[in-house]
């Protein structure tokens, strides 16, 4: 079996062993930390044999495999990965687990929720292993469906009426991408060749400029609707609130990247005339969305929707960097997802546990939190300065690449985008800072509170595994960076 | 023509057999022997379907009037294994309410002879052969409708069944005699060769395609389809909607595909129009369905709108796609109402409320239902995903992308709607949720086949690649 492989068929494994021996929660949980530990470990090792197999292997891809799956079509499983899909995976792998350990008291159906939760972790890394256009959209829709199993048993508040919204806007935007890929797949024989769904095959292809103009959107949209792109974003602040705490991890930590990946690798690669003349278009609906997430944050009176509203102006910030066309802006764009995947996981994790304590998550209830709680409450402001880019955190590395990039740009319309969606970085200032004053400084604001239970070790565990690689991000970047802008060669030869 | 050749339509004979040896039982037995009729039955039709899977050549009998080949042989297998899987599901609800009114044997016996019917519908060579087959499919089945008669429910439902389907035949025959008029022949090979695209011809074939049209329920013709369901019994349903529409959809892609197809410009549109008016239609109204069986109803005529899709490209891949689709139909629409039947013995209740906490009470038959019921939405990794995919890619092989972008947007709105239903299983906390119990063994079986039709179909690709490959044989 190859070492990607092992990517899918894990989870698959654990989901069955799940379903055959859990009789109760404390099973449930041992089988689920037992296999998503194995999981953690399969991606650390992933890292460095991708590092070794990189010095001497120059294909765009590394650990390849293909078997052809459907021959009439000629679809493939084909399988392989760049830095890119390596550190995707690697982000899923610690926020699963930390997911795992922060889910170690659910009570309700307990069997069900790990099996929903570690399903979908099999079409994540399914989907960044793949290679293949139809595969990937196969195993993207397997990553989206349990998301409404996730929010609508495990989930609180209007939590059917989230659940019913998000899994519709999810899998209509998957409706429309499969029209683009569909375009995509009969326009790959324009040179001659077969019909392929293979991407690398297509990116070898010049697709005719009219079919990508038309395909280029569909495909672009189905994908950024999973990365909120402004005005899809509306099923993400309400899927989030509702969602259990580590059902929002996941999902904000890491489904939400299958947004960007999904643009940067198919759409914007596969179609690149198109990337270039819906460009503009595009970049004004990221930039809104980043203002639009950050004020749209500052409003918010619930802890939940402050976060779910920042992940809108954080992601779109992502697709803003996409959509900027150079290898810096492309390289932040990368280490924003990383940053935010983690930092928006730690974020979830935090406010479920204030939550699982207080019962509210309302900003104006809650006031001295550090006091009764000093770790969460220590782990809380780092997680706030680092989301705001402080030095020295993934946070301040990502958007500052990010902004180099974007203003490398000659042209003067993409330089005052730029300029405004920097500010952003200031209402971003506003909302942490007011949030974590309020909550966590000051005086008690309720007697009850005096008395809440200190972290358990699981909660501290499922924290400290999300800090790490964000210091470390922060600390050192640079072998990061390069790896990432290996893997970028590719999509510069095609796309400039 | 010698006695080997009749082995051509082994399939055919094998269900003569079976009725015969059903009349034969029913006569010698006695009142207390009369409930092994069931598994009789179903072992015979057990093997009947197992010979299926021996190979068979192609050929023609009596001059042409009946034609087989490896996809219509393999499609009358797939058939016989709905059917198959139906009678399982419908063994208990037989043992328990029809065995004492003596009327099992005779349930079986219709079943069968409506199978034939298809079998010798889809095999038609010519349009007499076909008319004789349409009856015989048609007839049986209201008189299943009609079965349970202590409900005035069940004999509407038969009336308004008869009544349409008379109504529609007389229209396919009324369009076969103007075809008839136009080129002097009532068989197929003869008939595309000579047809143009005259006025009558047209009209014609608009009087035979709303003839068809009513038994696949297409929309403007599905009146019938949601009132007919409710009144009949479950198992009776689900036959409607699986195997009568599949075998019409094989029919009409075949003659679309050969004997009309000079008339193609024609028939293009008109389907286009249908298949959007069919999957609208069909979603709209299952959105506000209450009763699981009008709701089946209305889901099954907008799965009708998809697998027209098919038809959009008129070559080995549209005709691929179209009989993987109904294959994997089968299975899917069979799981849901194999779930339905299986609540309704135990409890009477077939509403979606009732259904609500079903799982916390019944946790694999909710299980069962939600893998059918996404699978009929096209979720992956089940069957049913592949299955719309395909056809998608066949209508966008010809470039209709915004054909499929409308179908994509009804398969959007029809997750809604099947989402509903996984709400009140698996959602919903119910005090009074229906509470456990063991299915017998039959039905556990019918399940569990509809069950692994479901997993496998899609993920283990020779299937489909089979049917492609088998799927050029009456193109040329």
Known sequence: MDILSLFVIVPVLIVLALTFFAKDLKQARLISVVGMGIQFAMSINLIFAYIKERAVNTGIMVFTKDVVWYETFNIHYSIGVDAISVVMIALTSVVLLAGVFISWKIDDLPKEFFISLIALSSGVFGFFISTDLFTMFVFYEIAVIPMYLLIGIWGSGPKENSAMKLTLMLMGASAVLSVGILGIYFNSNADGGPLTFNIFEIAQVNIPVAAQNIFYPLTFIGFAVIGALFPFHTWSPSGHA??????????????????????FRIAMYLLPEGALNWADFFLILSAFGVIYGAFGAVMQKDLKYVNAYASVSHLSLVLFALLMFNKTAWTGAILQSLSHGLLTAMFFALIGMVYGRTHTREISKLGGIMKVLPFIGAIYVITGLAYLGLPGFSGFVAEMTVFVGAFQHPDMFRRILTIVV?????????????????????????????DLPKATWFEKTGLILLLIPVILIGVLPLGLSEMIKESLQPFLERLL | MNLESFLL????????AILLLLIIFEIF?????????????????????ALGFLPLESGELFGGMFRTNALLYFFKTTLSLGVLILLLQSADWLKEKVVDENKASEFFMLIISSLLGT????SAGDFLMFYIGLELTTLPVAALVAYDTYKRISAEGAVKYILSSALASGAALFGISLLYATTGTIYFESMAEILTSSNLAILGFVFFFSGLAFKISLAPFHFWTADVYEGAPINVASYLSVISKGAAVLILMILLFTVFKTL??????????VIIATMFVGNLFAIRQQNLKRFLAYSSIAQAGFILLGLMSVDQLGTATIVYFVAVYIFSNLGAFGVVQAVSSFSDKENINDYEGLYRTNPKLSLLMMLALFSLAGIPPLAGFFGKFFLYTAAASKGYYILVFIAVVNATISLYYYLLVVRAMFLRKNEQAIPYFKSPVYMRMGLILAAIGILVAGVYSPIYDYIFSISNTFLN
């Open chain 2, 29 to 49: 037995s006695n009142k207390k022997q009369k409930a092994a009729v069931i598994p009789f039955a179903l072992i015979l039709l057990a093997i009947n379907t």
């Open chain 1, 422 to 450: 920097v500010s952003s970085i200031v209402v971003t200032a506003v909302y942490i800072l007011r949030m974590v004053g309020k909550i966590m400084m000051g005086p008690l604001s309720n007697e009850e509170y005096k």
């Open chain 1, 242 to 263: 509702s969602a259990p705490t580590a059902v929002s991890m996941l999902h904000a930590g890491v489904l939400m990247k299958l947004g960007g990946y999904g643009v």
């Open chain 2, 9 to 16: 339509m082994r399939s055919e004979i094998g269900l003569l």
């Open chain 2, 264 to 273: 193609m410009p024609v028939w293009n549109k008109i389907i286009y129009i």
């Open chain 2, 119 to 122: 079998y010798f519908m889809i």
